[in-house]
């Protein structure tokens, strides 16, 4: 491919407690996931990450998670439908509300770490997000992990969507990612990070944890922007791809 989307996870900072560093990455990326305030996040700060976003001309996408500050959204919720959709409307809606006073709108759903790692694979609860979307606003492309049957089944459902690889996380034979709780779960070296996803834009395919070779179709690649050293991998990304003729463009805009 010729373009590619890259987006980042942004506006999880609360109150004094800093994550990351937004304005760097949002000169870096073309798509932000910006935290609504279930996982992270506090209403000054997404305000400021959506202005700051808007001045860049970075997308902006609603980053739903489940009701889970003290784990970060990272801990698996075992919540009925009826909840489930009405967080996702009330998550999407305080979003599309601050970008509206920012002078901008909300393009599309990434959710957050273990719903997004639910959903993906879980139709109950995948249907349930699907459902809460389009319930509020059922242009808006929902965002999930390359290869997983919840893009088909919001594609069913009338979505559209956009697959998605991750650039600093290993993947497992099968195309799903290892989890955290396991050793080289998460990568960190910068260069290799950026073979890795200049492999991913021109070949569609990636190495997996046991040296395999698997087929990753994606035209998003997401850094997290509360990994260690996140802007300097986003930067070499970016880097690599315009030396080799990749430009980095939201998949909104291509």
Request: net charge negative.
């Amino acid at each position: 491919m010729t373009t590619i989307d890259l987006n980042s996870d942004l506006g999880e900072s609360y109150g004094a407690w800093a994550m990351g560093d937004d304005a760097a990455m949002l000169a870096i990326v073309s798509s932000a996931n910006v935290a609504c305030g279930f996982h992270a996040g506090d209403s000054l700060g997404i305000l400021k990450t959506v202005r700051a976003a808007a001045e860049k001309g970075v997308s902006i996408g609603a980053h739903v998670s489940y009701p889970d500050r003290v784990g970060f959204g990272r801990r698996d919720m075992d919540v009925t439908r009826d909840e489930l959709i009405a967080d996702v409307i009330y998550q999407i809606g305080a979003l599309k509300g601050i970008a509206a006073a920012a002078g901008v709108k909300v393009g599309y759903v990434k959710p957050h770490g273990a719903l997004y790692n639910r959903i993906a694979n879980d139709a109950k609860q995948g249907q349930a997000v699907i459902d809460g979307i389009k319930a509020i606003d059922p242009s808006l492309v929902l965002m999930g992990l390359a290869g997983a049957p919840i893009l088909d089944l919001a594609r069913k459902s009338g979505l559209e969507v956009v697959a998605e690889a991750f650039a600093d996380r290993a993947y497992t034979p099968d195309g799903q990612l290892v989890s955290r709780r396991e050793a080289g779960a998460v990568l960190h070296d910068t260069q290799v990070i950026a073979r890795r996803m200049l492999q991913l834009a021109k070949d569609g395919t990636l190495e997996a944890i046991d040296g395999s070779t698997i087929k990753v179709d994606a035209r998003s690649i997401c850094v997290h922007g509360d990994s260690p050293g996140a802007v300097a991998i986003a930067e070499e990304i970016r880097r690599t791809f315009e030396a080799n003729g990749i430009t980095v463009r939201s998949f909104l805009s291509a």
